[in-house]
């Protein structure tokens, strides 16, 4: 009985591991997007049959695609100890709840529109970008406080300043901030200088110098600390996989540790050897 259903699990993390039934997973689920795309326009009574129809395949599917990643486990607990497993879980069942007129067809919808984020659960790479832009989240809060304080000195100097020449933009600290917000978007942002220059010539290098440290420093920080945690990631899937240079080198410390640990092994067996060896 036990062979019988390694013999189907087997099966099922075949079907599972299939490239040609992963590329269908996700085509269905832009398939699945497009649907709801669809539904969002003003059509006629029969294709709104056929979308609901179409919708009803795609719940399905997903459905006997979460069954088979399930059975394909050698136990049901490993499949939720992965938090996107748990995650595609609650989407395909929370999308059995039917879309009619009822007060959960809202929430039925949204939980449609969801789906099209398994694609990041079932492809490694979109996985891997926001696995590294969660991580990098903590770091980039301190980059964001040092940003908060360049633009509240800016927009506390800026109100000072410039509140006479056009109190809409200048008027208080906070508005002076989103004012500097559009600055630093670049949007119109000459047209605000050049007001200010009719009265103080020289405070283009009020503009300049904001400029230079939120669109150049603090920017770059940010992109550089994304880039720093991917490249971590990167090398973390890489040591998991066994796959490019960090994959290498994890196999090298792998097998010298194993080696190192016979060689102790035989050294301290010659020692017993040569201990018991008469004199």
């Given at each position: 009985m036990s062979s019988n259903t390694a013999t189907l699990r087997d099966r099922f993390v075949a079907i599972r591991s299939n490239k040609i039934f992963e590329m269908t997973v996700i085509a269905i689920i832009i398939f699945s997007a497009l649907v709801i795309g669809a539904s969002t326009y003003d059509i006629s009574p029969n294709w709104l049959g056929v979308i609901k129809f179409l919708d009803l395949a795609i719940t399905i599917f997903f459905l006997i695609e979460i069954i088979i990643r399930i059975i394909a486990e050698e136990k049901i607990v490993n499949f939720?100890?992965?938090?996107?497993?748990?995650?595609?879980?609650?989407?395909?069942?929370?999308?059995l709840i039917p879309i009619d007129e009822s007060e959960m067809v809202l929430l039925a919808r949204l939980l449609r529109i969801f789906r099209v984020l398994r694609l990041v659960s079932i492809i490694p790479e979109l996985r891997l970008l926001l696995n590294s832009l969660v991580k990098a989240i903590p770091r980039i809060g301190y980059v964001?406080?040092?940003?908060?304080?360049?633009?509240?000195?800016y927009g506390a100097i800026g109100s000072f300043f410039y509140e006479k020449i056009n109190p809409v933009l200048w008027g208080d600290i906070s508005i002076a901030m989103l004012t500097l917000f559009r600055v630093s978007t670049f949007e119109d942002w000459t047209d605000v200088m050049y007001e200010t220059m009719e009265v103080y010539p020289f405070s283009w290098i009020y503009y300049l110098t904001f400029i230079f440290f939120t669109a150049f420093v603090f920017l770059n920080m940010m992109i550089g600390v994304v880039l720093d945690v991917m490249q971590k990631e990167h090398e973390e899937f890489d040591r998991q996989e066994g796959e490019?240079?960090?994959g290498e080198v994890h196999w090298i410390k792998e097998h010298t540790k194993a080696m190192e640990e016979r060689l102790e092994r035989m050294e301290n067996l010659l020692t017993d050897i040569?201990?018991?060896k008469p004199k």
């Open positions: 939720f100890r992965s938090a996107w497993n748990i995650f595609d879980f609650l989407i395909v069942t929370l999308s964001t406080l040092l940003m908060f304080i360049i633009f509240y000195i490019g240079e960090a040569a201990k018991e």
